[in-house]
T-cell receptor
Framework: DQQVKQNSPSLSVQEGRISILNCDYT??????FLWYKKYPAEGPTFLIS?????DKNEDGRFTVFLNKSAKHLSLHIVPSQPGDSAVYFC?????????????FGGGTRVLVKP | EAQVTQNPRYLITVTGKKLTVTCSQN?????MSWYRQDPGLGLRQIYY???????DKGDVPEGYKVSRKEKRNFPLILESPSPNQTSLYFC?????????????FGPGTRLTVL
């Protein structure tokens, strides 16, 4: 059973508009949530994270929102740019006592159209 | 340059022929991990290591071995590869403890087992 789920396998958005990526989780013991971006033939690269005690974290064009009661987080990209076209993975981190493990969602492929 | 390197990047082999994928990091990270990426399943953890001589199983350890004799290296060993181990493999490293748990990923190794 997947503990972290990204229900939208793909998303297409016009350049300049907002991209919203969603992620749901089931385990209340995660202490950090992270978003990774992946281009073809490269490893995932870290984008932004949020602690489980926060509800929002912003870094430039990227904002992550966390709704703990709904066990849901989202990534907003505003404005979307063609270089944002990539696969985005949501990940949740177990506490260090539990091994620092990252559990990933299945990914959402984003296409930003010029 | 801070990085995680993996070799080889591409490998085609046959069932039962032992192989090793190497992973090395130059960031003095305590934590290292191996993941495999399969379509729709995101990245799943195979094995991880919290420090030298300390390794533990992840979610999908069957058919794999690891060792951590030095801090910088964490090779992945397939003693008798099978076609269901055809996948894209990523090595990752991070600091361990009360940080956000951001992991740095290598470029990936695409393995095909015939």
């Amino acid at each position: 059973d997947q503990q972290v789920k990204q229900n939208s396998p793909s998303l297409s958005v016009q350049e300049g508009r907002i991209s919203i990526l969603n992620c749901d989780y089931t385990n209340s013991m995660f202490d950090y949530f992270l978003w990774y971006k992946k281009y073809p033939a490269e490893g995932p690269t870290f984008l932004i994270s949020i602690s489980s005690i926060k509800d929002k974290n912003e870094d430039g064009r990227f904002t992550v929102f966390l709704n703990k009661s709904a066990k849901h987080l989202s990534l907003h990209i505003v404005p979307s740019q063609p270089g944002d076209s990539a696969v985005y993975f949501c990940a949740a981190r177990a506490t260090p006592i539990a091994g620092n493990k990252l559990t990933f969602g299945g990914g959402t492929r984003v296409l930003v159209k010029p | 340059e801070a990085q995680v390197t993996q070799n080889p990047r591409y490998l085609i082999t046959v069932t039962g022929k032992k192989l090793t994928v190497t992973c090395s990091q130059n960031m003095n990270h305590e934590y290292m991990s191996w993941y495999r990426q399969d379509p729709g399943l995101g990245l799943r953890q195979i094995y991880y290591s919290m420090n030298v001589e300390v390794t533990d199983k992840g979610d999908v350890p069957e058919g794999y071995k690891v060792s951590r004799k030095e801090k910088r290296n964490f090779p992945l060993i397939l003693e008798s590869p099978s076609p269901n181990q055809t996948s894209l493999y990523f090595c990752a490293s991070s600091l361990f403890g009360l940080t956000s748990g951001e992991q740095f990923f290598g470029p990936g190794t695409r393995l095909t087992v015939l």
